[in-house]
């Protein structure tokens, strides 16, 4: 199991991709501060007068050989297989979850204008942009996220929230 902050950066988490494991990435820490997730948030007012609230969420990711993790031990992935990895969870445009040593978002989106790649000879990065459907939440604990799962969406239909998540 991945461990943002650890053995990678953050993780991406989808049911159908790496058998719904998270896989993790590492982000470009060439600014003073180091790597980071960019959360903005905005209101969008509705027809009706009201507004809703959407987050976007950025975050560049690094696509090279034998790099290092936060931890200095070496990155297992290389760049390709990174490379792979991140279009996958991408192209499932929906359902996604940021796993961020403070915690996760889920049930981001990929879609729009989702992705900008810089191709140099031994490094790719990939700015990422995914944003959320309205309602804001706190980041959930990575652990608990890991280690929970939802009911089956097929025969249960009831509110999708915590409590109605079951342990592995």
């Known amino acids: ?15 159908l991709v790496n058998n719904g494991a998270p896989f993790g990435f590492l982000l470009d ?8 997730v960019s959360v903005q948030r905005e209101a969008v007012l509705q027809d009706d007068g009201t507004f809703l609230d959407n987050q976007k969420y950025f975050f560049t ?6 790099l290092p993790n936060p931890d200095g031990s070496s990155h297992l992935e ?5 490379y792979a990895a991140l279009m996958r969870y991408l192209s499932q445009h929906s359902n996604l979850a940021l796993l961020t040593p403070s915690g996760t978002f889920s049930g981001l989106y990929a879609s729009g204008h989702y992705a900008t790649e810089v191709h ?13 459907s309205g309602t804001s939440f706190d980041p959930v604990d990575v652990t ?11 025969v249960y239909a009831g509110d999708m929230t915590w409590l109605t998540t079951y342990w592995r």
């Open 144 to 154: 608990r996220f890991i280690l929970s799962e939802w009911v089956d969406g097929a």
């Open 29 to 36: 820490d060439s600014k003073e501060a180091g790597p980071a």
């Open 61 to 66: 990711v690094i696509l090279a050989d034998k």
């Open 1 to 15: 199991m991945v461990t943002p902050g650890v053995d990678c950066n953050i993780a991406l988490s989808h049911a």
């Open 120 to 132: 140099y000879p031994d490094v790719t990065l990939v700015t990422v942009q995914m944003s959320s």
């Open 78 to 82: 290389d760049a390709a297989s990174m």
